[in-house]
Protein backbone atom coordinates (compact mmCIF):
# COMPACT_ATOMS: atom_id res chain seq x y z
CA UNK A 1 0.00 0.00 0.00
CA UNK A 2 0.82 3.59 0.20
CA UNK A 3 3.98 4.22 2.75
CA UNK A 4 3.72 6.54 4.26
CA UNK A 5 5.91 9.74 5.36
CA UNK A 6 5.54 11.65 1.48
CA UNK A 7 2.00 12.98 0.65
CA UNK A 8 -0.17 13.76 3.28
CA UNK A 9 -2.46 11.24 1.10
CA UNK A 10 -0.45 8.40 2.36
CA UNK A 11 -2.13 6.63 5.17
CA UNK A 12 2.11 -0.23 3.58
CA UNK A 13 -3.14 -19.74 5.75
CA UNK A 14 -5.52 -38.84 11.77
CA UNK A 15 -5.55 -39.20 8.19
CA UNK A 16 -7.84 -37.29 5.59
CA UNK A 17 -7.58 -38.37 1.92
CA UNK A 18 -7.14 -36.26 -1.01
CA UNK A 19 -10.30 -36.35 -2.41
CA UNK A 20 -11.99 -34.64 1.00
CA UNK A 21 -9.48 -31.95 0.02
CA UNK A 22 -10.49 -30.78 -3.05
CA UNK A 23 -13.88 -31.10 -1.73
CA UNK A 24 -13.84 -28.11 0.18
CA UNK A 25 -14.91 -24.37 -0.94
CA UNK A 26 -14.95 -22.25 1.70
CA UNK A 27 -16.82 -21.18 4.33
CA UNK A 28 -19.87 -20.43 2.31
CA UNK A 29 -20.25 -24.07 1.15
CA UNK A 30 -23.10 -26.41 2.35
CA UNK A 31 -21.44 -28.66 5.11
CA UNK A 32 -21.43 -32.27 3.19
CA UNK A 33 -19.56 -34.82 4.58
CA UNK A 34 -16.35 -33.72 3.36
CA UNK A 35 -16.07 -30.59 4.86
CA UNK A 36 -17.10 -32.22 8.40
CA UNK A 37 -14.73 -34.76 8.35
CA UNK A 38 -12.12 -32.12 7.50
CA UNK A 39 -13.43 -30.17 9.85
CA UNK A 40 -13.53 -32.71 12.76
CA UNK A 41 -9.69 -33.76 11.21
CA UNK A 42 -8.67 -30.55 12.07
CA UNK A 43 -9.99 -30.01 15.52
CA UNK A 44 -8.92 -33.78 16.70
CA UNK A 45 -5.42 -32.90 15.53
CA UNK A 46 -5.00 -29.35 16.42
CA UNK A 47 -6.45 -28.81 19.81
CA UNK A 48 -4.53 -30.83 22.14
CA UNK A 49 -1.36 -28.39 21.58
CA UNK A 50 -3.74 -25.73 23.29
CA UNK A 51 -4.02 -22.86 21.12
CA UNK A 52 -6.72 -20.85 19.98
CA UNK A 53 -8.42 -22.69 17.31
CA UNK A 54 -10.74 -21.11 14.56
CA UNK A 55 -12.98 -22.89 11.72
CA UNK A 56 -15.05 -22.57 9.21
CA UNK A 57 -17.84 -23.18 11.44
CA UNK A 58 -16.84 -20.67 14.17
CA UNK A 59 -18.69 -17.92 15.08
CA UNK A 60 -15.91 -16.03 14.67
CA UNK A 61 -14.20 -17.30 11.47
CA UNK A 62 -14.66 -13.92 9.43
CA UNK A 63 -12.91 -12.23 12.70
CA UNK A 64 -10.06 -14.61 12.26
CA UNK A 65 -9.27 -13.86 8.56
CA UNK A 66 -9.11 -10.19 9.54
CA UNK A 67 -8.44 -7.26 7.14
CA UNK A 68 -8.09 -8.81 3.98
CA UNK A 69 -4.94 -6.99 2.97
CA UNK A 70 -5.76 -7.22 -1.10
CA UNK A 71 -9.73 -7.74 -1.62
CA UNK A 72 -8.43 -9.27 -5.29
CA UNK A 73 -8.36 -12.58 -3.58
CA UNK A 74 -11.07 -13.90 -1.17
CA UNK A 75 -9.25 -17.16 0.35
CA UNK A 76 -10.96 -19.68 2.90
CA UNK A 77 -8.54 -21.01 5.34
CA UNK A 78 -9.48 -24.48 6.40
CA UNK A 79 -8.41 -23.46 10.14
CA UNK A 80 -6.61 -20.61 12.00
CA UNK A 81 -4.08 -21.44 14.22
CA UNK A 82 -3.25 -18.79 16.71
CA UNK A 83 0.06 -19.83 18.24
CA UNK A 84 1.75 -18.30 21.17
CA UNK A 85 4.17 -21.05 21.72
CA UNK A 86 6.94 -22.88 19.26
CA UNK A 87 5.12 -26.00 20.40
CA UNK A 88 1.82 -24.44 19.32
CA UNK A 89 3.32 -24.11 15.70
CA UNK A 90 5.42 -27.48 15.32
CA UNK A 91 1.96 -29.04 15.96
CA UNK A 92 0.14 -27.30 13.35
CA UNK A 93 2.98 -28.22 10.78
CA UNK A 94 2.80 -31.72 12.00
CA UNK A 95 -1.48 -31.66 11.29
CA UNK A 96 -0.62 -30.06 8.16
CA UNK A 97 1.44 -33.05 7.01
CA UNK A 98 -0.04 -35.83 8.63
CA UNK A 99 -3.67 -34.16 7.40
CA UNK A 100 -2.04 -33.43 3.43
CA UNK A 101 -3.36 -29.39 3.96
CA UNK A 102 -1.28 -26.61 3.21
CA UNK A 103 -0.22 -24.74 5.36
CA UNK A 104 0.85 -20.67 5.75
CA UNK A 105 2.42 -18.38 7.88
CA UNK A 106 0.68 -14.84 9.09
CA UNK A 107 3.00 -12.56 10.40
CA UNK A 108 1.24 -9.23 9.62
CA UNK A 109 -0.91 -10.32 6.86
CA UNK A 110 0.37 -8.02 4.24
CA UNK A 111 0.85 -9.99 1.36
CA UNK A 112 0.26 -8.37 -1.93
CA UNK A 113 -1.11 -11.32 -3.04
CA UNK A 114 -2.64 -12.69 -0.35
CA UNK A 115 -0.14 -15.40 0.23
CA UNK A 116 -0.53 -14.72 4.50
CA UNK A 117 -4.23 -16.77 3.96
CA UNK A 118 -2.01 -19.74 1.77
CA UNK A 119 -2.72 -18.20 -1.82
CA UNK A 120 -5.77 -20.64 -2.11
CA UNK A 121 -8.62 -21.99 -0.17
CA UNK A 122 -8.32 -24.40 2.30
CA UNK A 123 -4.55 -24.50 4.09
CA UNK A 124 -3.82 -23.67 8.30
CA UNK A 125 -3.42 -20.64 9.10
CA UNK A 126 -0.53 -19.74 11.72
CA UNK A 127 -1.07 -17.06 12.96
CA UNK A 128 1.55 -15.62 14.70
CA UNK A 129 0.67 -11.83 16.38
CA UNK A 130 1.00 -13.52 19.87
CA UNK A 131 4.38 -13.81 19.66
CA UNK A 132 5.69 -10.34 19.32
CA UNK A 133 8.05 -10.39 22.23
CA UNK A 134 10.83 -7.32 21.65
CA UNK A 135 13.73 -7.72 23.80
CA UNK A 136 17.03 -5.42 23.80
CA UNK A 137 20.15 -6.76 24.86
CA UNK A 138 21.58 -3.69 26.36
CA UNK A 139 25.21 -5.14 26.04
CA UNK A 140 25.34 -6.66 22.78
CA UNK A 141 22.94 -4.11 21.46
CA UNK A 142 20.96 -7.23 19.68
CA UNK A 143 17.40 -7.13 19.75
CA UNK A 144 15.59 -11.06 20.31
CA UNK A 145 11.68 -10.57 18.00
CA UNK A 146 9.11 -12.88 18.08
CA UNK A 147 7.98 -13.92 14.60
CA UNK A 148 4.32 -11.98 15.02
CA UNK A 149 5.79 -8.69 16.03
CA UNK A 150 4.84 -5.77 13.91
CA UNK A 151 7.10 -2.89 12.60
CA UNK A 152 5.32 0.04 14.61
CA UNK A 153 5.54 -1.78 18.44
CA UNK A 154 9.12 -2.81 17.27
CA UNK A 155 10.99 0.72 16.74
CA UNK A 156 9.29 1.67 19.96
CA UNK A 157 10.04 -1.03 22.09
CA UNK A 158 13.98 -0.53 20.76
CA UNK A 159 13.86 3.36 21.04
CA UNK A 160 12.37 2.98 24.78
CA UNK A 161 14.80 0.31 25.85
CA UNK A 162 18.04 2.24 24.12
CA UNK A 163 17.04 4.41 21.60
CA UNK A 164 18.53 1.90 18.73
CA UNK A 165 16.72 0.78 15.65
CA UNK A 166 17.09 -1.96 12.72
CA UNK A 167 16.56 -0.92 9.21
CA UNK A 168 12.79 -1.32 8.48
CA UNK A 169 9.67 -0.15 6.77
CA UNK A 170 7.88 2.68 7.28
CA UNK A 171 4.24 0.86 7.49
CA UNK A 172 3.82 0.18 11.54
CA UNK A 173 1.39 -2.61 11.05
CA UNK A 174 3.19 -4.84 8.78
CA UNK A 175 4.50 -8.08 10.05
CA UNK A 176 8.14 -8.50 11.22
CA UNK A 177 8.15 -12.10 9.21
CA UNK A 178 7.29 -11.47 5.57
CA UNK A 179 9.20 -8.06 6.01
CA UNK A 180 12.44 -8.96 6.84
CA UNK A 181 12.71 -12.57 5.40
CA UNK A 182 11.79 -10.64 2.05
CA UNK A 183 14.45 -7.74 2.21
CA UNK A 184 12.85 -4.54 4.26
CA UNK A 185 13.85 -1.38 3.20
CA UNK A 186 14.07 1.42 5.64
CA UNK A 187 14.83 5.21 5.95
CA UNK A 188 18.22 3.96 7.92
CA UNK A 189 18.69 1.66 5.18
CA UNK A 190 21.69 3.10 3.10
CA UNK A 191 23.38 3.50 6.26
CA UNK A 192 22.56 -0.04 7.73
CA UNK A 193 21.57 -2.11 5.20
CA UNK A 194 18.37 -3.97 4.61
CA UNK A 195 16.64 -5.52 7.91
CA UNK A 196 17.27 -9.01 6.61
CA UNK A 197 20.88 -7.73 5.79
CA UNK A 198 20.70 -7.43 9.81
CA UNK A 199 19.45 -10.86 10.50
CA UNK A 200 21.99 -12.75 12.97
CA UNK A 201 19.89 -15.85 14.05
CA UNK A 202 16.37 -16.94 13.39
CA UNK A 203 14.59 -19.87 15.83
CA UNK A 204 12.38 -21.38 13.18
CA UNK A 205 9.84 -24.75 12.89
CA UNK A 206 10.77 -26.93 9.74
CA UNK A 207 8.68 -29.29 7.63
CA UNK A 208 9.32 -32.13 10.53
CA UNK A 209 8.04 -29.93 12.96
CA UNK A 210 11.93 -30.06 14.42
CA UNK A 211 12.17 -26.41 16.60
CA UNK A 212 16.37 -25.13 15.08
CA UNK A 213 18.51 -22.22 14.89
CA UNK A 214 19.94 -20.62 11.86
CA UNK A 215 22.88 -18.79 12.19
CA UNK A 216 26.46 -17.98 11.10
CA UNK A 217 27.94 -21.20 12.05
CA UNK A 218 24.81 -23.63 12.44
CA UNK A 219 22.64 -24.12 9.47
CA UNK A 220 24.17 -20.87 7.62
CA UNK A 221 22.87 -22.21 4.54
CA UNK A 222 19.24 -21.72 5.43
CA UNK A 223 20.26 -18.42 6.80
CA UNK A 224 21.47 -17.67 3.71
CA UNK A 225 18.17 -18.34 1.75
CA UNK A 226 15.89 -17.05 4.78
CA UNK A 227 17.67 -13.29 4.23
CA UNK A 228 15.67 -12.86 1.28
CA UNK A 229 13.43 -15.88 0.42
CA UNK A 230 12.40 -17.06 3.55
CA UNK A 231 8.36 -16.23 3.13
CA UNK A 232 7.24 -20.07 3.83
CA UNK A 233 9.60 -21.55 1.52
CA UNK A 234 11.47 -23.51 4.47
CA UNK A 235 9.90 -23.23 7.56
CA UNK A 236 8.41 -20.81 10.22
CA UNK A 237 10.37 -18.39 11.59
CA UNK A 238 9.33 -18.10 15.32
CA UNK A 239 12.00 -15.63 16.43
CA UNK A 240 14.47 -13.61 15.14
CA UNK A 241 17.73 -12.30 16.52
CA UNK A 242 18.52 -8.27 14.53
CA UNK A 243 21.62 -5.85 14.71
CA UNK A 244 20.29 -2.56 16.11
CA UNK A 245 21.84 0.71 15.48
CA UNK A 246 22.56 4.24 17.84
CA UNK A 247 19.84 6.66 16.49
CA UNK A 248 20.11 8.79 19.72
CA UNK A 249 21.46 11.49 18.04
CA UNK A 250 18.85 14.38 16.22
CA UNK A 251 17.65 13.44 12.61
CA UNK A 252 16.35 15.87 10.01
CA UNK A 253 13.00 15.12 8.17
CA UNK A 254 12.69 16.31 4.45
CA UNK A 255 9.83 16.78 2.36
CA UNK A 256 9.44 18.75 -0.85
CA UNK A 257 5.90 19.03 -3.32
CA UNK A 258 6.73 19.61 -6.62
CA UNK A 259 4.52 20.77 -9.59
CA UNK A 260 2.78 17.84 -12.59
CA UNK A 261 4.79 19.45 -14.94
CA UNK A 262 8.12 18.53 -13.31
CA UNK A 263 7.57 14.97 -13.10
CA UNK A 264 10.18 14.34 -15.47
CA UNK A 265 12.95 16.87 -13.67
CA UNK A 266 12.19 15.49 -10.46
CA UNK A 267 13.15 12.13 -12.04
CA UNK A 268 15.94 12.97 -13.49
CA UNK A 269 17.19 14.66 -10.48
CA UNK A 270 16.64 12.13 -7.88
CA UNK A 271 18.59 9.64 -9.81
CA UNK A 272 21.71 11.76 -10.58
CA UNK A 273 21.51 13.12 -6.86
CA UNK A 274 21.31 9.67 -5.43
CA UNK A 275 24.39 8.54 -7.37
CA UNK A 276 26.94 10.35 -4.90
CA UNK A 277 24.92 11.65 -1.55
CA UNK A 278 26.08 10.53 1.52
CA UNK A 279 24.90 7.10 2.74
CA UNK A 280 23.79 9.24 5.72
CA UNK A 281 20.62 10.05 3.70
CA UNK A 282 17.81 7.64 2.61
CA UNK A 283 15.34 8.91 0.14
CA UNK A 284 11.79 8.37 -1.68
CA UNK A 285 9.80 9.91 -4.51
CA UNK A 286 6.60 9.54 -5.57
CA UNK A 287 4.58 10.40 -8.17
CA UNK A 288 0.66 9.97 -9.46
CA UNK A 289 -1.22 10.73 -12.75
CA UNK A 290 -2.78 13.68 -11.03
CA UNK A 291 0.06 15.41 -10.46
CA UNK A 292 1.47 14.03 -7.26
CA UNK A 293 5.59 14.76 -7.48
CA UNK A 294 6.47 14.59 -3.52
CA UNK A 295 10.33 14.12 -2.62
CA UNK A 296 10.99 12.96 0.49
CA UNK A 297 13.16 11.39 2.91
CA UNK A 298 15.72 10.91 6.53
CA UNK A 299 18.91 12.74 7.20
CA UNK A 300 20.65 11.27 9.86
CA UNK A 301 22.34 14.65 10.30
CA UNK A 302 21.90 17.89 12.11
CA UNK A 303 18.88 20.72 9.65
CA UNK A 304 22.05 22.99 9.22
CA UNK A 305 23.80 20.31 6.99
CA UNK A 306 20.69 19.81 5.18
CA UNK A 307 21.20 22.04 1.93
CA UNK A 308 24.54 20.45 1.18
CA UNK A 309 23.29 16.89 1.51
CA UNK A 310 20.73 17.93 -0.70
CA UNK A 311 22.50 20.28 -3.09
CA UNK A 312 23.09 18.54 -6.27
CA UNK A 313 19.32 16.86 -6.07
CA UNK A 314 18.30 21.03 -6.07
CA UNK A 315 20.86 22.02 -8.81
CA UNK A 316 19.14 19.54 -11.10
CA UNK A 317 15.13 20.08 -9.92
CA UNK A 318 13.04 23.14 -10.04
CA UNK A 319 11.91 25.22 -6.65
CA UNK A 320 9.83 23.24 -4.43
CA UNK A 321 6.08 24.61 -4.33
CA UNK A 322 6.49 23.76 -0.49
CA UNK A 323 8.76 22.90 1.74
CA UNK A 324 9.10 20.60 5.00
CA UNK A 325 12.34 20.55 7.02
CA UNK A 326 12.23 19.37 10.65
CA UNK A 327 15.05 18.48 12.92
CA UNK A 328 13.84 15.98 15.42
CA UNK A 329 13.91 12.70 17.30
CA UNK A 330 14.41 9.63 14.90
CA UNK A 331 11.69 8.19 16.57
CA UNK A 332 9.57 11.14 15.90
CA UNK A 333 10.36 10.71 11.94
CA UNK A 334 8.80 6.95 12.42
CA UNK A 335 5.54 8.23 13.57
CA UNK A 336 5.65 10.75 10.41
CA UNK A 337 6.57 8.31 8.12
CA UNK A 338 3.94 5.92 9.18
CA UNK A 339 1.42 8.26 7.89
CA UNK A 340 0.13 9.77 11.74
CA UNK A 341 0.48 13.59 12.45
CA UNK A 342 3.66 15.11 13.21
CA UNK A 343 2.14 16.24 17.09
CA UNK A 344 0.63 12.67 17.92
CA UNK A 345 2.57 10.52 20.42
CA UNK A 346 5.08 7.91 20.11
CA UNK A 347 2.80 5.66 21.90
CA UNK A 348 0.61 5.75 18.53
CA UNK A 349 3.37 3.55 17.16
CA UNK A 350 2.09 0.70 19.64
CA UNK A 351 -0.97 0.24 17.14
CA UNK A 352 -3.46 0.01 19.87
CA UNK A 353 -7.22 0.56 18.57
CA UNK A 354 -5.60 0.76 15.03
CA UNK A 355 -6.37 -0.47 11.78
CA UNK A 356 -4.87 -0.58 8.79
CA UNK A 357 -6.02 0.23 5.17
CA UNK A 358 -7.24 -2.49 2.73
CA UNK A 359 -7.89 -2.09 -1.00
CA UNK A 360 -8.31 -4.23 -4.29
CA UNK A 361 -5.10 -3.08 -6.20
CA UNK A 362 -2.74 -4.59 -8.27
CA UNK A 363 1.21 -4.08 -7.52
CA UNK A 364 4.41 -4.20 -9.53
CA UNK A 365 7.96 -3.48 -9.21
CA UNK A 366 11.34 -3.23 -11.14
CA UNK A 367 14.76 -1.84 -10.17
CA UNK A 368 17.08 0.34 -12.49
CA UNK A 369 20.58 0.63 -12.11
CA UNK A 370 23.17 2.30 -13.15
CA UNK A 371 22.47 6.41 -13.18
CA UNK A 372 18.85 5.21 -13.08
CA UNK A 373 16.48 6.53 -15.96
CA UNK A 374 17.94 8.02 -19.15
CA UNK A 375 16.37 10.55 -20.82
CA UNK A 376 14.25 8.82 -23.21
CA UNK A 377 13.27 6.05 -20.09
CA UNK A 378 12.38 8.93 -18.16
CA UNK A 379 10.15 10.84 -20.52
CA UNK A 380 8.60 7.81 -21.73
CA UNK A 381 8.32 6.94 -18.09
CA UNK A 382 5.86 10.24 -17.11
CA UNK A 383 4.12 9.83 -20.72
CA UNK A 384 2.77 6.64 -19.38
CA UNK A 385 2.41 7.74 -15.93
CA UNK A 386 0.14 10.63 -17.03
CA UNK A 387 -2.02 8.64 -18.67
CA UNK A 388 -3.10 6.39 -15.85
CA UNK A 389 -5.76 6.12 -13.78
CA UNK A 390 -6.35 8.59 -10.83
CA UNK A 391 -6.09 5.99 -8.43
CA UNK A 392 -2.36 4.81 -8.87
CA UNK A 393 0.80 6.04 -7.93
CA UNK A 394 5.06 5.37 -7.73
CA UNK A 395 7.66 5.45 -5.18
CA UNK A 396 11.24 5.57 -6.31
CA UNK A 397 13.43 4.00 -2.93
CA UNK A 398 17.20 4.70 -3.31
CA UNK A 399 19.24 1.51 -2.62
CA UNK A 400 22.37 2.59 -4.39
CA UNK A 401 24.60 5.60 -4.25
CA UNK A 402 27.89 6.36 -2.98
CA UNK A 403 28.85 4.04 0.22
CA UNK A 404 25.29 2.18 0.38
CA UNK A 405 25.53 -0.46 3.16
CA UNK A 406 23.03 -2.31 0.60
CA UNK A 407 25.00 -2.60 -2.22
CA UNK A 408 28.37 -3.00 -0.66
CA UNK A 409 27.16 -6.39 -0.10
CA UNK A 410 27.81 -9.35 -2.61
CA UNK A 411 24.87 -10.19 -4.32
CA UNK A 412 25.88 -14.26 -3.50
CA UNK A 413 26.42 -13.37 0.11
CA UNK A 414 22.08 -14.26 0.81
CA UNK A 415 18.97 -15.01 -0.82
CA UNK A 416 18.89 -10.95 -1.59
CA UNK A 417 20.39 -10.29 -4.83
CA UNK A 418 19.59 -6.91 -5.73
CA UNK A 419 22.71 -5.20 -4.82
CA UNK A 420 23.74 -3.06 -7.73
CA UNK A 421 20.85 -1.19 -8.45
CA UNK A 422 20.31 2.51 -7.48
CA UNK A 423 16.55 2.95 -7.03
CA UNK A 424 13.24 0.41 -7.40
CA UNK A 425 10.02 1.36 -8.13
CA UNK A 426 7.15 0.21 -6.81
CA UNK A 427 4.10 0.34 -8.97
CA UNK A 428 0.73 0.59 -7.59
CA UNK A 429 -3.06 0.84 -9.28
CA UNK A 430 -5.96 0.44 -6.91
CA UNK A 431 -9.99 0.48 -7.35
CA UNK A 432 -13.55 0.28 -6.40
CA UNK A 433 -15.78 -2.96 -7.40
CA UNK A 434 -16.83 -1.98 -11.04
CA UNK A 435 -15.22 -4.38 -13.56
CA UNK A 436 -13.74 -2.34 -16.50
CA UNK A 437 -12.06 0.17 -13.57
CA UNK A 438 -10.67 -3.36 -12.72
CA UNK A 439 -9.47 -4.15 -16.12
CA UNK A 440 -8.39 -0.62 -17.13
CA UNK A 441 -6.01 -0.48 -14.20
CA UNK A 442 -4.28 -3.66 -14.39
CA UNK A 443 -3.81 -3.04 -18.07
CA UNK A 444 -2.43 0.17 -17.06
CA UNK A 445 0.40 -1.41 -14.55
CA UNK A 446 1.04 -4.16 -16.86
CA UNK A 447 1.64 -1.42 -19.79
CA UNK A 448 3.88 1.23 -18.05
CA UNK A 449 6.05 -1.77 -16.12
CA UNK A 450 6.70 -2.90 -19.98
CA UNK A 451 6.80 0.75 -21.18
CA UNK A 452 10.25 0.99 -18.72
CA UNK A 453 11.89 -2.10 -18.80
CA UNK A 454 13.76 -1.47 -21.67
CA UNK A 455 15.12 0.71 -19.30
CA UNK A 456 15.42 -0.81 -16.20
CA UNK A 457 16.90 -4.51 -15.21
CA UNK A 458 13.50 -6.66 -15.04
CA UNK A 459 14.77 -7.41 -11.23
CA UNK A 460 11.68 -7.49 -8.90
CA UNK A 461 11.39 -6.68 -5.10
CA UNK A 462 9.76 -9.92 -3.13
CA UNK A 463 8.46 -7.65 -0.84
CA UNK A 464 5.77 -6.57 -3.74
CA UNK A 465 5.17 -9.60 -4.99
CA UNK A 466 3.60 -10.17 -8.49
CA UNK A 467 2.12 -13.45 -9.81
CA UNK A 468 2.87 -12.02 -13.20
CA UNK A 469 6.76 -12.45 -12.37
CA UNK A 470 9.22 -15.26 -13.16
CA UNK A 471 11.26 -15.90 -9.82
CA UNK A 472 14.56 -15.18 -11.59
CA UNK A 473 13.40 -11.43 -11.50
CA UNK A 474 13.67 -12.12 -7.30
CA UNK A 475 16.36 -14.12 -7.06
CA UNK A 476 18.43 -13.79 -9.66
CA UNK A 477 21.77 -15.77 -9.80
CA UNK A 478 20.88 -17.24 -6.35
CA UNK A 479 17.98 -19.36 -7.81
CA UNK A 480 19.29 -22.64 -8.22
CA UNK A 481 21.14 -22.49 -4.28
CA UNK A 482 17.77 -21.99 -3.20
CA UNK A 483 16.40 -24.55 -5.28
CA UNK A 484 19.15 -27.11 -3.38
CA UNK A 485 18.89 -25.79 0.34
CA UNK A 486 15.30 -26.47 -0.21
CA UNK A 487 15.41 -29.64 -1.07
CA UNK A 488 17.48 -30.25 2.18
CA UNK A 489 15.31 -28.87 4.57
CA UNK A 490 11.71 -29.37 2.68
CA UNK A 491 12.08 -32.26 1.00
CA UNK A 492 8.21 -32.80 0.22
CA UNK A 493 7.32 -29.29 -0.58
CA UNK A 494 5.47 -28.99 2.97
CA UNK A 495 6.00 -24.90 2.67
CA UNK A 496 4.82 -23.74 -0.66
CA UNK A 497 2.39 -21.45 -2.77
CA UNK A 498 1.83 -19.88 -6.11
CA UNK A 499 5.74 -18.57 -5.95
CA UNK A 500 7.40 -20.46 -3.48
CA UNK A 501 11.06 -21.70 -3.49
CA UNK A 502 10.52 -24.95 -5.70
CA UNK A 503 12.36 -28.49 -5.55
CA UNK A 504 13.95 -27.85 -8.58
Not at 35 to 43: C, E, G, K, N
Not at 134 to 158: C, D, F, Q, Y
Request: proline content about 4%; aromatic content about 12%; glycine content about 10%.
Amino acid sequence: MKRAGGPTMFTRICLFTLVALQCYTGPAAAFGPARRLLQQSLADCLRPAGARIVLPSSSDYQTARGHVFNHRFLWSPAAFVFATTTAHVSNAIQCAVRLNVGIAPRSGGHSYEDYSLGGRDGVIVVDLEGMNKVTLNKTSKLATVGGGARLGPIKLALWNQGKVSTPSGTCPSVGVGGHSLGGGWGFISRKWGIMADNIVEVEIVIANGTVITANSQKNSDLLFALKGAGANSFGIVTKFTFKTFDVSKKVTYFSYNFQKSQQAATTKAFGLWGLTVTNDVSASLYHDPSGGNTFWGVYLGPKTNLKSVLQKFFSNAPAASSTTELETDYIRTVVINAGFKETDPISILDLKNYTYETRTFKSKSIFVKGSGFSDAGIQAYVNKLQQGPAQSYMIFDLFGGTGSAINAISPSASAWVHRDSLYSIQMFTYWNDRPQDAQNAINWIENIWSTVRPFASGEAYQNYIDSKMPLSAYYGSNLDKLKSIKRKFDSRNIFNYAQSIPLS
